[in-house]
């Protein structure tokens, strides 16, 4: 397996390997690898010729308060994991390499993007774009694999590729969570061992929460249900929780196929999101 932090040596792999005809999948990361990304390389790895990973923590997706300096990096183990599920190459650029020019165009996500996580990060989303958008423009992907641990990026995404006609096909992958619940994430290192006893609650207030808007379609008492547990079993404080259809990110109404209930929970310095999709009778999800 191949690391490239060069854009010139990207583009050298990746014309030879369009003359070629081949199949390429790519599966953009911040790095610090756990079996959530994992699980999206090895799904690229069954269904492409060549599979890229990026690893870049973008700073343009990151609020000035927030974890950029801190955010966990290792490029040394995540390149030991990234092979052994058949990863092809790592695309791991500096900074200067993506952004070396300043004031651009910029890309600004709509609608999807006032509510959930982009009310209480403005801007993330736009920054989320921009790295995703010249990814795909230097990667010229097949597929393209993301977490449904991020629905709400998977929705604006999604809108992107729709609204700009981006010629690439997305590929969404369940959550992948730990025994307890938890979803996995990078940010799970900043939990202390009380934190990280208490995190399991979200999970469970979520599938509550589920269980009884099925049952009742009630959306003010599910809420109200899954903020009582996670108020009684963790030492944090919601951002939301919020029910909404999907990926539209609109109110339920009886014409919604898909319903997201999402949360965010700030818990000592961490924040962690998780989230279930599903249909009205409970059906799992088909994003
Ligand atoms: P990140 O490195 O956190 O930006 O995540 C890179 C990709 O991996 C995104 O598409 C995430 O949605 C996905 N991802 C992160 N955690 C998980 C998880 N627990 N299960 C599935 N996908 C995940």
Redesign the pocket.
Known sequence: MNVIHTIDALRRIIFENKQKGKRIGL???????????L??ATQARAENDVVIMS?FVNPTQFGPNEDFESYPRNLERDTMLAASVGVDFIFAPTVEEMYPHDGGIFIRAGHQATLLCGASRPGHFDGVLQVVAKLFNLIQPNYA??????AQ??AIIQTMVRDYNIPVELRI?????ENDGL?????NVYLTATERSQAPAIQQALQLAKREFIESGNVDKSIQLAVKIIEANMDGSIDYLTILSYPDLTEVTSETEQVLLAVAVYIGKTRLIDNLIFSLKGEPAHV
């Open positions: 599966v953009p990361t911040m790095g610090f690898l756990h079996e959530g990304h699980t999206l690893i694999y993301f977490g449904q641990k991020d990026q998977v992958v369940p959550v992948v969570r979803a996995k994430s990078s940010r």
